[in-house]
């Protein structure tokens, strides 16, 4: 299963935790912080589609 998670802030340490654990789980995990303001919006939707699940961080 692949997973990606995207960020919109920086993460605390329960949320690094938590993506950690569902790290375990996933065959590819892919974290995304779009927070740093360099994001490829076009790629991003692609690789929304192309993964099995989308977990998004507020």
Do not use: C, Q, Y
Not at 10 to 25: H, K, Y
Request: charged residues 35%; negative net charge.
């Amino acid at each position: 299963m692949k997973v990606l998670h995207l960020l919109r802030s920086e993460p605390d340490e329960t949320v690094e935790r938590l993506i950690s654990v569902m790290a375990d789980d996933a065959d590819e995990t892919t974290v995304k912080p779009l927070f740093k303001g360099d994001v490829d919006w076009s790629r991003l939707v692609d690789e929304i589609f192309s993964n099995d699940k989308v977990i998004s961080w507020w």
